[in-house]
């Protein structure tokens, strides 16, 4: 949707692998969501529930983890799974790796967004859609095939870019939503940057205050949840998908890839690792440091975090030492 | 000042409590600004040294904490009184909950900014004062009824709202000052937003640096004290109230509601909680976790902070364990 | 190069010194860069080793530290080394104090750019220099004097002053480059600003993320060393200089002064303190402090940070004392 698609066959791509039925690849998604036609990956051991959810035929897997791919799946064995995958989406997509300025970028044409209000100099790229009732604030630039649904407020000097945004959604001043993330293969004297296909996907109700940055997927999509309320400057890099009714506080950074549930509340500045899961009705205290999954209705805090519970032991425990 | 009023009488807010001498609502104020005609809101025990000097006639509390106030005040008990102060706050002001881009933004008239230089595209809303000798940078948008004192240098990219600003004050680019804070009732599937009717206040002397947010007040105001100098990136969350010649370091955070000293000193990335107090003279190291008041002239570290001698003896010790 | 330079002579400066053969000051410059005709400084015992290594022949230092400087030098003796170097620098550099927004910013004058590729409302300083095949993002300001090297791509609403960039740098939305730094003489009611007359050098290959902030040096530089990467909201302070092939997460931030190795990777939310050195193929835990020299190819954790293995094993030890 956001990224030109070549049309290139698994054989054109692997001309060694053995196919017996050679198809075109229509796209390439994460084994949960892979279809019949997409190409998937198997990298990381926290994935292996998934690899019996693939509708996939073709998975990109290391020598260790390819024991645990169905033997219906061919297997692209690898060295490297990212690598190999950055080099296959730089042949399917273009313009992914970087993220080069909307050309399109022009004065919004106001016969055409009706009902639609606009501030000075706000800048929208071609096929933009943007629900009635909605605002979008001075400076601020949209650029090509962003949804934004009905009845949203967009502050000023915001940049969005490769994005679904729901209804009645406020997005204050200054975020960056959609921008590639930080995803590279790491090489002397120039690295290999890593194609984002993914979006960035704000469900219906979300509020996400002054400075944010949201980057958009690699290859999943990065989402926030129903009214989840974002904070100023909170950082939230690509993948990571925030469930419904979370309330993040200012300056939290999430890394790549996490999964959040639902109702969780996480304290200003805390940090939450890569490819964590973590459950619904959590509470994580502010200035945390997660590094681990956590289960349902826990309530964490420190750095790593633990239980509040033995957090509070911990402290007072140390605090007799002295 | 910055948002409009409806003039609504005790009466016709309540209709049910038992009122002598009815009267028009002037303001929602906290206990301690709280004059005749205002209403007033006790809602956490933290307060309760303010109650003997509030002029309100009329308090919003809990079950709980009503009978800390004086006889002679009308209580209104309510089970959540920030649930209640939403509502009332919309009842009597406008626009407050969400920050509608300003309309009337516009370039600015040279002839009525005689002394003042702008950068290009900066965008002015009605009634903006910026006093003599000031500067303000490319792209800047200052919102309707801001004032901004004599020989202010403000940088690029800014945008100031509900604001007051005194004189020789530095902004760098792209701060954000005055935006609605973090404030909300949670509410499955669609929280309440709270309204946010304060204003931020930065005094003579300040410096801000680059990509700084400072959210105005809810209901009492977001103040930055004289001589006081942010670095970059610094979030301070609403009503939150720094004192004069402080110095503030990157990235800090500063939750709601805090009052700081003057002369205190904030390493960078230190976190401080909401509702706390800090003391004069105070020195808070780099990357702490303040979650306690904290008495004039202390130095601490740490997460959570403590007294700096027990942070480096509890640091002492750990190692000897190993 | 980037500030407006007097010609004053050492004797003009400084009346009472002693000095055989006058000259005028060609520059100001930390001890190791001091040619002949500069003044230098010496103000912490940290740069002891450069005392040797420098041609300057006047440096201004301490009571305490004029002891470890040759013979040869001319001593100036003061109170407050940052004092006295501000005073100077003040008198010998114009408006490199206050970051005055640049007045000759203009729309680009594409004759003058042939192959560079500029989106809306880019404002241009005078003889800013743009290499081929560089593309410029809406909304982007980039002052007076920048150089900016071939097949760059910078993003939308990109601040870019006092900076030299190399070829093949992607700087994405929003970062804020070359702005004055934190630093200042704290005196009661009105401090006194320290001149920054440094500038930020970026090399080739380096990829910087949205929404960071990178302050150029006082008198040293900041340098952004070769196939470096930086995430978003990143907080480089003054005269930080990092080497090539680092990768830098999300929400890292450096105090002032330090120098970081090559291949160094730090995890999302580290802070770095101040005039710091850490050795090259370094790896710092996300959330840690660190507040002391690191050796070459060390792998640092924790709050305040130290080695790996002691983090995992004091955390061991303190959960079994639960």
Redesign the interface.
Known sequence: MFFKKKKISLNNLYPNLKVKNNFFIEDIKPLRFAKKNDLTFFDNIKYRDEVDKTDSRVCITSEKLQKFLPKKIIKVVVKNVLFELSKILNKIYINAD??????S??KPVKSYFKNV?F???V?IGKKVKIGKDS?????T?IEQNVKIGNNC?I???V?IKNSLIGNNV?I???C?IG??G?G?I?I????I?FPHIGKVKIED?V?I???C?I?RGSIDDTIIG??T?L???V?V?HNVQIG??C?I???V?F?GSSKIGN?VSI???A?I?GHLKIGNNVKIG??S?V?KDIEDNQVVM???A?RLK?FM???R???D??
């Open positions: 970087i993220d080069f300025p909307d050309k970028l022009k209000k501030g000075n100099n800048l605002i979008i604030g001075s400076n630039i407020v502050g000023h000097g940049i406020i204050q001043d200054n960056k921008q590639k930080f590279f790491p002397k004297k120039n690295n940057k109700q509020e205050a002054s400075g940055t980057d129903n009214n309320y904070d100023n400057q950082h890099a419904s009714d309330m506080a200012g300056q950074g890394a109702n304290g200003g500045q940090g690792s502010g200035g440091g590094v420190g750095y790593p633990i033995e032991k911990k402290n425990k140390n605090n030492h002295n």
